[in-house]
Every structure is written in structure tokens, then in C-alpha cells.
């Protein structure tokens, strides 16, 4: 049953060739937002706290701080409204899901920048 459902993912869903990255980086996100007949582009920069899960199914979610609240979102990667994700900065950490990084603020909450 799994891999009829991994041949069906494959099969029909299409991907978007986006750039590989992964926790620590800081992205932009810009995604179509419709509001009742007009339909605008958004972007959310943020730091990558985790992705999550495997072909269509998977996500990923950003942080960013909005004042001094912090913001998430987590969105799929095959979402329809994905218009396009920019690396912005490469960020070197240690753990593939990084959600220490909730409780840091200011100068504690700096991401290492990589080198690749």
C-alpha cells in the first residue's frame, strides 16, 4: 500500500524545481495570496526551523521575529500558491529540527553563517 502511494505521488504531483536548503538557513518565501477577486504576491523572510516529512507530503517552517513577537509558518512544499523561495543566508547548525531556537533571543538567537 505505502508504495502504490509513493508511485501515485510521483506519478502525478508536480514538482517545483525549488533550491536545496535546510535548517539554519534564512529564506524568503513569496506565496500568491487571493483576496476576493485580486490576487497579490506576499514573501515571509525567515530562519528555517525544521522540514518535515517526504515527497508531497512534506513541509518546512519558518520563524521570524515581528517586533519582539516571533512568527511561524509552516507550509508544504507542494503548496499551489509557492511562487518561488530565495536563499537568502546558509546557516551552520548541528540538529536537523531546531527548536532551541524559540528560546533565544537577540544576540544568542545569531545562526553561524556556512561556507558552501
Request: charged share 30%; proline share 3%; glycine share 8%.
Amino acid at each position: 500500500m505505502e508504495s502504490l502511494v509513493k508511485f501515485v505521488q510521483d506519478e502525478f504531483v508536480t514538482r517545483k524545481d525549488l533550491p536545496e536548503f535546510s535548517a539554519g538557513d534564512t529564506i524568503t518565501v513569496y506565496y500568491e495570496i487571493k483576496e476576493g477577486s485580486k490576487t497579490r504576491t506576499q514573501f515571509f523572510r525567515g530562519v528555517v526551523i525544521q522540514r518535515r516529512g517526504s515527497g508531497s507530503s512534506e513541509t518546512f517552517t519558518i520563524r521570524k521575529m515581528s517586533g519582539s513577537i516571533g512568527v511561524e509558518r509552516i507550509f508544504p512544499i507542494n503548496l499551489p500558491a509557492l511562487q518561488k523561495i530565495e536563499v537568502n543566508k546558509r546557516g551552520q547548525v548541528r540538529r536537523a529540527r531546531i527548536y532551541y531556537f524559540r528560546g533565544l533571543t537577540g544576540k544568542k538567537a545569531r545562526i553561524k553563517e556556512s561556507r558552501h
